[in-house]
Every structure is written in structure tokens, then in C-alpha cells.
Nanobody
Framework: HVQLVESGGGSVQAGGSLRPSCAASGYTFGTYCMGWFRQDPGKEREGVAVIDRDGTTAYADSVKGRFTISQDIANNALYLEMNDLKPEDSAMYYC????????????????????WGPGTQVTVS
């Protein structure tokens, strides 16, 4: 039973930083990779950053140079270092675990294609 639990969201002023994390359990690696996706009410979900098991990363253009994704494979943890936050970064941030062929290109996977955590809210004012 795969379980993803995010934490570390919060409210900050523009220019501030946050570091959400995700604790994962109940899966084996294989072709899986992990990533962060987000959704603001009234907008579509979008990919933010993904990381393959070998450490290769990919980012949405809107966060390049400001966000850094990292993983701790030994402890099944995923992180997102978010710096220079902007109001447009406000959203629910979701940890996702899924087939790398779908997740790595930052395509939003369905719940049939990947596992999703419940999300952690990030609000930038």
C-alpha cells in the first residue's frame, strides 16, 4: 500500500523560502520517479519539479533557478527547496510517485497513472 505524506507548507511573504517534504512508503522503485505538482483553485494542476532515481531533475520554466528538488532514497523522502517565492507560487503542492515515462516529462498524471499525496498548502503574500 503506497502512502505519500507531505509536510512543510505554510504562509510566507514574497521573497521568502519554504522547504516542503514528502515521506513515502509501501512501494518498490522499478520505473518510478517522484515529483512535485501544484494546483491553485480555479487553475489546472501543473508539474513543478521531478527527480529520477539517478538524480536527474527537471523543472517547470516558472520555477527554474528558484526551486530545487532533492531526494533521500535511503529514507524514502522527497524535498522541494523553494526560494524567492512569488504570489503566483501560491497553491496546494502535491507529492507524486509514478511511472517515469509519464511523471518525468512534467505531464500531470491521473490517479490511475501515479500515486498522489493529500497535499500541503503554500501561500505567498
Amino acid at each position: 500500500h503506497v502512502q505519500l505524506v507531505e509536510s512543510g507548507g505554510g504562509s510566507v511573504q514574497a521573497g521568502g523560502s519554504l522547504r516542503p517534504s514528502c515521506a513515502a512508503s509501501g512501494y518498490t522503485f522499478g520505473t518510478y520517479c517522484m515529483g512535485w505538482f501544484r494546483q491553485d483553485p480555479g487553475k489546472e494542476r501543473e508539474g513543478v519539479a521531478v527527480i529520477d532515481r539517478d538524480g536527474t531533475t527537471a523543472y517547470a520554466d516558472s520555477v527554474k533557478g528558484r526551486f530545487t528538488i532533492s531526494q533521500d532514497i535511503a529514507n524514502n523522502a522527497l524535498y522541494l527547496e523553494m526560494n524567492d517565492l512569488k504570489p503566483e507560487d501560491s497553491a496546494m503542492y502535491y507529492c507524486v510517485l509514478g511511472d517515469k515515462r509519464i511523471v518525468f516529462p512534467l505531464k500531470v498524471p491521473t490517479t490511475m497513472e501515479a500515486y498522489w499525496g493529500p497535499g500541503t498548502q503554500v501561500t505567498v503574500s
